[in-house]
């Protein structure tokens, strides 16, 4: 018996190692360098990414930085071969001008069907007509309805901040951050009144931090999470088709989607509006079934980068308005929380590694938004400074250092004889864009200048809300936020760096805080 198990051992091994190595040859025949590949983990910073010396973040850095010279480079994740582009141009090539070859981002699958209506999963016409949809949710006009469910969140915090500054106690602003957001997308998004940093075990808050993983709420082992995420996405047909595995909890889930039917089912009985994301998703599907695709207008460049051509759309209704309640309302919180949070703490690390550049950004919302005056979006989008303070602040972040898109048809890169197949991930390098002369006036210095459009910023090269047809959609929502929040902390009280707080921001291996925190202490403002 035991002959047999040791065959059957080897055998199930054999496969494996077969399975995992039957492409290593893949780029023997092309110009391209390749960072050389071994069984199991592919090239070796995947192995080191394993092994807690680097983060996934860190990937892209650490090929780029091992192969300098090479604009396109290939190599291995796991089993999977992976182009890696490091140059501007061609970024901006496939970004952009070359899109239509790259549509799609590599998915998250799972067989939880709320999360496969993610606009974030879909691809193809599908991710088209949901864009379509979505982009009409976050226009300017549709954000300043939302801004006074934002404003109570923000009156919330300025309460806090009160307090800790009086009980002179150190917080960490990440944390304090998250808990402004949190509460901003409970109201925007799920139609509850949340105090979080009154009560911060509050059940929304608990649900929250147990969808994302967040430490001390996860109830699965992170191990098992990482087995469950291998075999639905690297093995669909067993860990989705056969195993029916779910990586988001189903409790959570079940709890944010009985919020949101709930509320769908009682604003379609009794007509009541509270202008947020549940009415106007209804909104745009409602115009979408009457009058057909909306002509699209362009608020700035980030916006006309954006632009997506859905001629080919034939079909826009939706029959499923519930799921597509759900879907957008779940994402928007997986996007809008822990994002914000960390957009929030880089600045409020600036913020007190520069306390003169604090003083001016506390003088220009004495000046245009006053010390106890309304916030409103005419005074948020006259906060010019501030405006630039915060894209310094993310871009001096490393926070976004690549981005991934997935090849739909061959292409060809320009100039060469390379060609991309249909179906191969391309990893894009772009945190070194942020470090060239050609592209700020200041690159290598933090300073706020460097997005006065007077010094004529490239804004390609900021990348932190991603560029094209595939950028970050909610970056209007993620700044106004922001701006709310450093409104109701600064008008009051200064901000001063903490005790552990490090000169220069990097990530934990768990990619769930910084080294060291973002702590800091406030000094209330004289009268």
């Not at 199930?12 to 960072?35: C, E, G, H, W």
């Not at 604009?71 to 992976?82: A, C, D, E, I, W």
């Not at 989705?240 to 990586?247: A, E, G, R, S, T």
């Not at 994002?339 to 004495?366: D, N």
Request: glycine fraction near 6%.
């Amino acid at each position: 018996m035991w002959v047999e198990l040791g065959l059957l051992c080897l055998l199930l091994f054999f496969l494996f190692y077969r399975m995992m190595t039957k492409d290593f040859r893949f780029f023997d025949n092309s110009a391209i360098t390749v960072a050389p590949p071994s069984f199991p983990f592919g090239s070796s910073v995947i192995r080191d990414m394993c092994f807690g010396k680097v983060t996934f973040v860190d990937i892209a850095a650490e090929l780029a930085k091992s192969f300098p010279q090479e604009k396109v480079l290939g190599y291995f994740m796991f089993q999977s071969p992976r182009y890696l582009i490091n140059d501007q141009e061609l970024a901006k090539q496939i970004m952009i001008k070359d899109f239509e070859y790259f549509v799609d981002r590599p998915t998250f699958k799972s067989a939880n069907k709320i999360g496969q209506l993610f606009l974030t999963n879909l691809e193809g016409a599908e991710w088209k007509k949901m864009r379509a949809l979505m982009s009409g949710v976050f226009t300017s006009g549709k954000l300043k309805t939302m801004l006074p469910h934002i404003c109570k969140a923000g009156d919330h915090l300025a309460e806090y901040i009160a307090k800790v500054s009086t009980e002179g106690k150190e917080v960490d602003m990440k944390d304090t951050g998250g808990l402004m957001t949190l509460d901003a997308i409970a109201a925007v998004a799920f139609n509850l009144d949340s105090n979080s940093f009154a009560d911060p075990e509050n059940t929304f808050r608990r649900m929250a931090l147990t969808l994302v993983g967040a430490p001390g709420y996860q109830k699965t082992n992170m191990f098992v999470v990482m087995i469950k995420a291998l075999l639905c996405n690297g093995f669909p047909w067993l860990g989705i088709d056969v195993l029916k595995l779910q990586i988001e909890d189903p409790e959570a889930m079940a709890f944010f989607k009985d919020i949101v039917l709930k509320t769908y089912k009682q604003r379609l009985e009794s007509g009541e509006r509270r202008n947020d994301i549940i009415d106007i998703i209804m909104d745009e599907i409602k115009r979408t079934r009457t009058g057909g695709a909306q002509k699209q207008e362009f608020e700035d460049e980030f916006e006309k980068g954006a632009a997506l051509d859905t001629t080919e759309i034939k079909e826009r209704n939706y029959t499923d308005e519930e799921s597509i309640l759900v879907a957008n309302a779940v994402l928007f919180f997986f996007a809008g929380f822990d994002t914000s949070a960390f957009g929030i703490g880089v600045v409020s690390h600036k913020l007190c590694l520069y306390p003169e550049l604090q003083e001016k950004i506390y003088e220009e919302i004495i000046d245009v938004v006053g010390i106890d005056g309304k916030i409103t979006p005419e005074k948020l989008g006259a906060l010019k400074y501030m405006d630039m303070f915060i894209s310094e602040a993310l871009r001096m972040s490393e926070m976004v250092p690549s981005t991934e898109r997935v090849c739909t048809k061959n292409y060809q890169i320009p100039g060469t004889n390379v060609v991309i197949p249909k179906g191969k991930v391309v990893t894009i390098y772009t945190e070194d864009f942020t470090q060239l002369e050609e592209n700020f006036i200041n690159a290598k210095e933090f300073d706020p200048e460097n997005f006065n459009p007077e010094n004529n910023p490239n804004k390609f090269a900021f990348q932190t809300f991603g560029q094209g047809p595939r950028n970050c959609i909610g970056m209007r929502y993620a700044l106004m936020v922001m701006k709310v929040a450093f409104i109701n902390i600064l008008r009051k009280h200064r901000m001063v760096r903490g005790s552990t707080m490090q000169d220069k921001l990097k990530m934990t291996t768990e990619m769930t805080h910084f080294i060291g925190g973002l702590p800091a202490t406030f000094v209330k403002r004289e009268d």
